[in-house]
């Protein structure tokens, strides 16, 4: 894991950081955002002392529970007549087969449970990614999406709401634990 201070071997007085500044300083970009979104849920669960690791087949693992994460905003960096359609990813996939690492011949959810982040400020000029209070947060059961939208691949922000309510950043890692500890028997079936 890299710190920050750690030069770049042959670019004189440049360091990792800049590289960092250069690449994820613009949040309006919507992989920087989703970055950061999944940054910050990473943080309320308290798994940010170690290097994310990127090429799983979920985006976080919390207590022996798999978590898929999915970031949307109601901006872009472009101008816009009217604020975006919010459509999170619930898509099934194909997993890969544990004990010989092929990919499995069916899709399904392989997360236990998903957090799904939005960022809600409308107005350009007052959105700040930097600010938990321009975010709400839903963490849904995989087995409640299984149940409510089996094929669907993608849910707005209605239909997500008929089945969660959000939630602050404060809140984020109680309710997934109380989701693990009071609903465990959802999460094995």
Same mark, same amino acid.
């Given at each position: ?7 770049? =071997?042959?670019?004189? %007085?440049? #360091?990792? !950081? ?5 690449? /994820?300083?613009?949040? *309006? ?69 544990? =004990?010989?690492?092929? %990919?499995? #011949?069916? !899709? ?5 449970? /998903?957090?799904?982040? *939005? ?71």
């Amino acid at each position: 894991m890299f710190w920050g201070h750690e030069n770049i =071997k042959g670019l004189k %007085s440049t #360091t990792i !950081k800049d590289y960092w500044q250069w690449t /994820y300083s613009d949040l *309006l970009i919507e992989s920087n955002r989703s970055s950061l979104g999944l940054f910050i849920i990473a943080h309320a669960l308290e798994l940010t002392k170690m290097p994310r690791i990127n090429w799983g087949n979920v985006d976080l693992r919390y207590k022996r529970k798999k978590i898929s994460v999915d970031i949307c905003s109601r901006i872009q960096g472009w101008k816009q007549s009217k604020s975006n359609r919010i459509l999170f990813n619930i898509s099934r996939k194909k997993g890969i087969h544990a =004990k010989n690492d092929r %990919s499995l #011949t069916f !899709k399904n959810r392989e997360a236990d449970l /998903y957090i799904l982040g *939005l960022h809600k400020e409308k107005d350009l000029k007052n959105a700040d990614f930097l600010n938990l209070e321009q975010w709400d947060f839903y963490v849904v059961l995989t087995k409640v999406l299984d149940d409510n939208f089996p094929t669907k691949n993608k849910i707005g922000i209605r239909l997500l709401n008929s089945i969660a309510e959000p939630i602050q950043f404060k809140d984020i890692q109680r309710k997934v634990n109380d989701l693990i500890e009071n609903k465990s028997n959802d999460l094995a079936e």
